[in-house]
């Protein structure tokens, strides 16, 4: 499930939940050639690291992808920046400097969405807390700077695992995250539950039901 740090590794395997995949890529392991013709030409503009981080995501996803008897396939951007899979597949990609991290499941999982996020183990700016969290998000994390920028993941994936089916721009404050259940409500209604680890990097995985995420 991984290429990389094997104390990431086995950080983020239990954050998936039953029937979703999850495979962790070194950036710095992988070479922009790994692009397939398609994402070559969708990156052609791109800084050349934005290239590298983006072939490590795809990576790891062809990776999970073949455990799932998908053969390789290009995974491009729709309209709106967000990846297209194969049909009967949901997924997610996330990267920072350092790694990239997929998601991914069969449509048999019955998921309505998955969302992933990652980031160095790092504060949050304490000039930006306000932008991310609510005031009881505020409250509950008590001046843990660390913990607001797990907040911050959180909020990250959830969006990631709802907006493809909402198709609505979530602010930060949109999306209120309660630690203690490992469920975040969304302002359009959804329930999305999430599971996040804060060390060796902060990761979350977030993913909603047709039937539970309303």
Known sequence: MTSGDPALARAVAPLAPPGVLVAV???????S??????????????APRVRQRSAAARHAARRLLRRLGVPPCEILKDPAGRPVWPTGIVGSLAHDDDYAIAVVAPSSAGLGGLGVDIEPAEPLPAEIVHLVLTSAEHRHCGGDLLLARLLFVIKEAVYKAVNP?????LDFHDVVVDLATGQARTRTGRTVAFAATIQPRLVAIARWTPIAGR
């Open 33 to 46: 050639e790994s692009l397939m013709a398609s994402e070559a030409v969708m990156l052609a503009d791109a």
């Open 25 to 31: 890529q070194r950036v710095a392991g992988t070479q």
């Open 165 to 169: 089916a909402d198709n609505v721009f």
